[in-house]
């Protein structure tokens, strides 16, 4: 992967296709809002007859529109991930035990919640943003446990070699301490940064692998976004009809229903893929045969030192 397009697969699943996908979302929103009946044959009709020019203006818009959805997404369904039940690269590498209790201790606001207020304000504002995931996860994420299917630790087998091999990896490149000493404690040192550049840079045949997965967890982070911001337009809508003394409509309740479960669904496919990247770099490290340990190596709760 030397040679890069000028277009990678990121640029389509991470921009185009989440721009056009809100693009076509709010039309239709705006068509079923205006229409006494919804007609899908006349609606696709409709948006069919385009010619060369639209669709050029069309790609533009989306793409661009896919650049803004995807920094909006980084910092909102990405940032309430790694609020909430912190990087990847932190509790695949906890003992199962350390994560349940982690997980208990857990306060997704900072205290004293006064002194801290600010941060503790503005994390209150994104559970609001995103409260129909939000709702969905504490329910089944928490409640249920559905979160095992995207948040779990490795073997402890396979945790120590990794451990072992970042190790190596900082003491290869001469990142120690002024005493000489080498030591990564998994929850307070970003070593993953490190880890991931390595591997991307020594382990050519498996930069596709890579790339495909920030694809496709970039893409569903954008889709969460999407389907989060389109179930609030849907609820607006019935409540506003509501208020109208209006009888409300089955469709649209059914479809409301119907985007708050694919926001959680986006977010569990959004976590299982951000998994993936992390423990696919950890993984090339391991198997890295030029990656060799000093033989005095231990491991101590969550810190490994030599």
Not at 117 to 122: I, M, P, R, S, T
Request: charged share 20%.
């Amino acid at each position: 992967m030397n040679k890069q397009n000028p277009f990678s697969l990121y640029d389509f699943l991470g921009y185009l296709i989440p721009g056009a996908l809100a693009i076509y979302a709010v039309l239709t929103i705006n068509y079923i809002d205006k229409s006494a009946e919804f007609n899908l044959d006349l609606f696709i009709d409709k948006f069919s007859k385009v010619n060369l020019e639209n669709v050029f203006v069309f790609v533009i818009t989306a793409y661009s529109l896919g650049h803004l959805l995807s920094y909006i997404s980084s910092i909102t369904i990405e940032a309430y991930a790694n609020w909430m039940y912190t990087y990847p690269s932190k509790y695949l590498l906890r003992k199962e035990q350390d994560n349940q209790d982690e997980g208990r201790r857990h306060s997704y606001w900072k205290k004293p919640f006064l002194k801290n207020w600010k941060y503790n304000f503005w994390r209150s504002i994104l559970l609001i943003l995103l409260l129909p995931c939000v709702v969905l996860d504490f329910i089944l994420g928490q409640s249920l446990g559905f979160k095992t299917l995207y948040r779990k630790a490795i073997d402890p087998f396979l945790r120590d070699a990794i451990l072992y091999k970042v190790i190596a990896l900082t003491d290869k490149l001469g990142l120690t301490d002024r005493a000489g000493n080498n030591a990564i404690d998994i929850e307070k040192h970003d070593f993953h940064r490190i880890v991931s550049h390595y591997t991307f840079e020594n382990a050519k045949q498996h930069q596709f692998r890579m790339v495909n997965y920030v694809a496709l967890y970039g893409f569903l982070r954008n889709s969460c976004l999407i389907f989060n911001v389109l179930s609030w337009l849907f609820a607006v809508q019935l409540a506003r009809d509501f208020s109208h003394h209006q009888v409300l409509s089955r469709a649209k309740t059914i479809l409301l229903l119907a985007l708050v479960c694919s926001t959680y669904i986006a977010f569990m496919a959004f976590m299982k893929f951000y998994r993936r990247y992390t423990l696919e770099g950890l993984m090339l490290l391991v198997v890295d045969e030029s990656i060799i340990p000093k033989v005095n190596f231990r491991v101590k709760e969550n810190v490994a030192t030599f």
